[in-house]
């Protein structure tokens, strides 16, 4: 199956910027989504289709995809904003989905 | 409001079956994609199988496949989730989703159901 990387962790100081990478064989081909999980909660889906983002997900929140990386960029990172994000992308040659195993942004 | 209530915890013993029901609103049953993703405890998300809105045909994750049962009840705007041959690595919480076209990723999401496999 589709492989994908993301760093275990990020750490980030208040009102900085947060990158966080998702890595795999031609990625930009396919269709990549973000999503950003507190602990005890459900996730909630915050980039979909590479860069469009769902109605309340803050601008802060972007996205985008060339080459073999997906990228998820917090700016002006909030407290409220330390959760797990996983970045997910869909085959549409197999038509399943894949996740990857995700990173634990920090805020300092 | 949209509203996706899953059933409540389950305690199984390894080799027996789970059924894990979703409860979506109307316009989300009708017409989404409906989806199950689990994660083991301390672990990521894993997706495992779309149920399409016409016809109920359904694709299954290739760990899953013999396993794995996705349903929908149209009388009760109902998905189930049936996973048969339960081992000890299947403890997780189980999530249903839903995605308004097949591609578009997991824009609604159930409170979760914990399923525990112990002897």
């Known amino acids: 199956s589709y492989a994908l990387t993301q760093p275990p962790s990020v750490s980030v100081a208040p009102g900085k910027t947060a990158t966080i990478t998702c890595v795999g064989n031609n990625i930009e081909s396919k269709t990549v989504h973000w999503y950003q999980q507190k602990p005890g909660q459900a996730p909630v889906l915050v980039v979909f289709y590479d860069s469009d983002r769902p109605s309340g997900i803050p601008e802060r929140f972007s996205g985008s995809n060339s080459g073999n990386t997906a990228t998820l960029t917090i700016s002006r990172v909030e407290a409220g904003d330390e959760a797990d994000y996983y970045c997910q992308v869909w085959d549409s040659t197999t038509y399943h989905y894949v996740f990857a195993a995700g990173t634990k942004v920090t805020v300092l | 409001q949209v509203q996706m209530v899953q059933s409540g915890a389950e305690v199984k013993k390894p080799g027996a079956s789970v059924k894990v029901s979703c409860k979506a609103s109307?316009?989300?049953?009708?017409?989404?994609?409906m989806h199950w993703v689990r994660q083991a405890p301390g672990q990521g998300l894993e997706w495992m199988g779309s149920i399409y809105p016409s016809g109920g045909s359904a694709v299954y994750g290739q760990k899953f496949r013999g396993r794995l049962t996705m349903t929908r009840d149209t009388s009760t705007s109902t998905v189930y989730m049936d996973l048969s041959s339960l081992k000890s690595e299947d403890t997780a919480v189980y999530y249903c989703?839903?995605?308004?076209?097949?591609?578009?990723?997991?824009?609604?999401w159930g409170q979760g159901t914990l399923v525990t496999v112990s002897s």
């Open positions: 989703a839903s995605s308004h076209t097949v591609s578009s990723g997991h824009d609604y």
């Open positions: 109307g316009s989300i049953f009708t017409n989404y994609f």
